[in-house]
């Protein structure tokens, strides 16, 4: 059946649907009702055709639903993000998205999901434990610590930093933390009403361990006030996507100009960068990425749970992002292949030791089959550092390096 045929009925397109759903497929789009509506769908707005796109979008709107299975939820994100790109109201659209998650977020809301999503997949702690592995072999044997913090992980990966330097047999090292808070176009925003309380409990968390301990909070890499005798490190956990395509490496530039021991990097393994003037090569992509990341969801999550829902509608950004939010925004993820072309210019790769290799490994025994570590292949050989994998997809990139 041609679904791009304008004479296509819904009943039809149900049964689709339903035949597909009977043969049991994966969800990836290969052969689904949602990745081949939803392609033909970009299709027609690449083309500019204006009657396909209102009556493949029709159909969609039809069939999609944020509360339905994998397929009808990826459905109404891609929907949403489709409608932007033919409207030309993307940049709107973020805005909106970005006011109403601000409005509902508070602490503990933040604290839940995110510590769920921790417990339930490696997806951020495979970042954690790498990175903080790196910072710690790179300060080995300093006394005063300047950890420089760009990543939005509400500072989860610290306490464990705090736990190792508790248990050294001499003297903890002097430990000044900085988080830094870049708005969503790459730069420097305002300080997030969470990381304040944030503060609170790591400093507590950190007289509770008898780490000397300072904890600060940072509009921009201009407000570290950097200070003789420390040594510094900077963590930058899926903080370079932020950064707009064209500022990346004036930003590393600024990086570098901070003389840090170690610059640890993790990113997500996608490309919507190097796409982004090609529209159907970005949707491909995008639902490549996109469907990866909810089969993860719907595998490790309880199908009621109300944390996978708001991780759900937290990839709603970042579709409209990639797909509406123009040329050069923040937020378009690059392959580890492609950063390491940017950091190479002003940055040596650091090899991740036996020892935190170890730690990785161990970390993933914690969690259900299907995860895996990965050294780099194929187009991205080249890079140094570890792919988390997931059913030997590479999806999460970790890497160290110093100027």
């Keep these: 059946m041609d679904i791009t045929h304008p004479q296509t009925s819904m009943q039809s397109l149900w049964q689709l649907k339903r035949r597909e759903e ?14 081949r509506l939803l392609r033909e769908s970009a ?56 006011a109403a998650a601000d409005r509902m977020r508070s602490f503990e809301s933040t604290r839940r999901v995110m510590l769920r999503f921790q417990e339930l997949t490696p997806w951020s702690t495979f970042g954690h434990v790498a990175s903080n592995g790196a910072i710690l072999e790179a300060m080995d044997g300093e006394t005063r610590l300047h950890v420089v913090d760009l990543s939005c992980t509400y ?93 990346r490496e004036a930003f590393q530039g600024l990086l570098r100009d901070l003389h840090p021991k170690v610059v640890t990097v993790v990113e997500e393994e996608a490309d919507f960068s ?11 992509e995008c639902w490549r990425f996109y469907s990866l990341f909810f089969e993860i969801l719907e595998e490790s999550f309880p199908p009621t749970s109300q944390e996978r829902l708001l991780l759900e509608r937290e990839c709603s950004k970042g579709i409209v992002g990639a797909l509406a939010g123009g040329d050069g925004g923040g ?34 025994k914690r969690y259900p089959a299907g995860w895996s570590i990965s050294p780099a292949a194929g187009a991205a050989a080249a890079a140094p550092g570890l792919f988390l994998a997931w059913k030997g997809h590479p999806v999460v990139w970790a890497s160290a390096w110093r100027p």
């Excluded at 979008?57 to 039809?62: A, I, K």
């Excluded at 990826?74 to 489709?82: E, N, V």
């Excluded at 190097?274 to 491909?284: G, K, P």
């Design 274 to 284: 190097s796409t982004r003037d090609d529209f159907l090569r970005c949707f491909d």
């Design 155 to 247: 500072c989860t990966q610290w306490p464990t930093l705090l736990e190792t330097l508790a248990s050294r047999s001499d003297q903890p090292p002097h430990l000044r933390l900085t988080v830094v808070n870049p708005s969503d176009g790459g730069g420097v925003g305002g300080v997030d009403p969470v990381v304040s309380e944030i503060g609170r409990r790591m400093e507590k968390f950190a007289r509770l361990m008898g780490v000397p301990f300072e904890f600060h909070v940072a509009a921009g890499l201009h407000q570290l006030r950097l200070r003789d005798g420390e040594a510094v490190a900077v963590n930058c956990m899926g903080a370079l996507r932020r950064v707009v395509v064209d500022q």
């Design 22 to 35: 009977e043969d049991g497929g994966d969800g990836d789009g290969g052969g689904k009702w949602a990745g």
């Design 43 to 98: 299709a027609a707005i690449s083309e500019k055709d204006s009657g396909r796109i209102h009556h493949l979008l029709w159909m969609v709107n039809e069939l999609a639903s944020p509360y339905g299975d994998r397929e009808q939820k990826l459905a109404a994100y891609f929907l949403q993000a489709l409608f932007c790109r033919a409207t030309d109201s993307g940049g709107r659209c973020l805005r909106t998205l970005t």
């Design 331 to 364: 937020g378009r993820r690059e392959t580890a292949a492609l950063w390491c072309e940017r950091l190479r210019k002003g940055f040596s790769p650091v090899g991740f030791s036996g020892d935190v290799l170890d730690d990785v490994g161990g970390l993933l």
